[in-house]
């Protein structure tokens, strides 16, 4: 069993900067991916960025591309997820997931635990 707790998220005007953290314990962190979505009011839950247990492999979805970089620290079992160059389109409640194997997946349905949400606001 995993637990994740998600942290970081606040209002923030638009072209802002904010990082989101994901504590995660009760197991070896390295053993898992881990991995941002993020769900707005109306919407499902869409894929945001995943890194690998070892944290050298990234994938991120198009729209965050180059704005949002995801990193972990398997010493301090926490993840990130730096967002720069925010847009309004970015607000929505950010999750963290963690699923028992190397590589992450874009699919929600792919991973094992997850956390209660930080909410990220973006005015315009």
């Not at 919407?43 to 198009?62: I, L």
Request: glycine share 12%; hydrophobic share 35%.
């Amino acid at each position: 069993q995993v637990q994740v707790v998600e942290s970081g998220g606040r209002l923030v005007q638009a072209g802002g900067s904010l990082r989101l953290s994901c504590v995660a314990s009760g197991r070896t962190l390295s053993n898992y991916a881990m991995g941002w979505f993020r769900q707005a009011p109306g919407k499902e839950r869409e894929f945001v960025a995943t890194v690998s247990g070892s944290g050298g492999t990234t994938s991120y979805a198009d729209s965050v591309r180059g704005r949002f970089a995801i990193s972990r620290s398997n010493a301090k079992n926490t993840i990130y997820l730096q967002m720069n160059s925010l847009k309004p389109e970015d607000t929505a409640a950010y999750y963290c997931a963690a699923a028992q194997r190397m590589y992450g997946s874009s699919s929600s349905a792919a991973w094992d635990y997850w956390g209660q949400g930080t909410q990220v606001t973006v005015s315009s």
